[in-house]
């Protein structure tokens, strides 16, 4: 063997036990999965009664009262808005012809929520 194979198989020789070691420490820390429970707290909010309400029900299909009526005060266009991404994003079942009565309802109970 010359001298330049020599360094090579030498060069060659210290990749091959860095790799191995490299190999060996991804080994040693082996990722750990464990169940874990979770308890959410219940939601007791429900809708104030008014013109629109009852169509609000339709709401809680996917999630709380709470869920809604603790987001910040909208407008109407702005519920308009909501409620329109409710139907496209999430496909809820909401009419054409709710779609005025709800926002009218919730802009109405953003009002309250703003002069408190
Ligand atoms: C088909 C299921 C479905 C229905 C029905 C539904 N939503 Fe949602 N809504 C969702 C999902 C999914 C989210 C996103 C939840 C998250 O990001 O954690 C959401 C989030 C929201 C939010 C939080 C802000 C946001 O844009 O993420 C508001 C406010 C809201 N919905 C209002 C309403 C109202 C008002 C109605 C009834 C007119 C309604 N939703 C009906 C599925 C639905």
Known sequence: ???????????????LVAGSAH????????????SVNVDLPA????????????????CLICHSAGM??????????QWKAEINKMRSTYGAP????????LSTYFAGISQQQQSR
Do not use: R
């Open 68 to 77: 809604v009526l603790k987001q910040p005060a909208l407008t109407q266009d």
């Open 43 to 58: 939601s007791t909010a429900s809708f104030p009664p008014g013109p629109g309400s009852d169509v609000a029900g339709k």
């Open 1 to 15: 063997m010359n001298t330049f194979s020599t360094t090579l198989a030498c060069m060659l020789a210290a990749l």
């Open 23 to 34: 190999a060996q420490d991804a080994k040693q820390k082996p990722i750990a999965i464990h």
């Open 94 to 101: 909401i009419l054409d012809s709710e779609v005025e009565t």
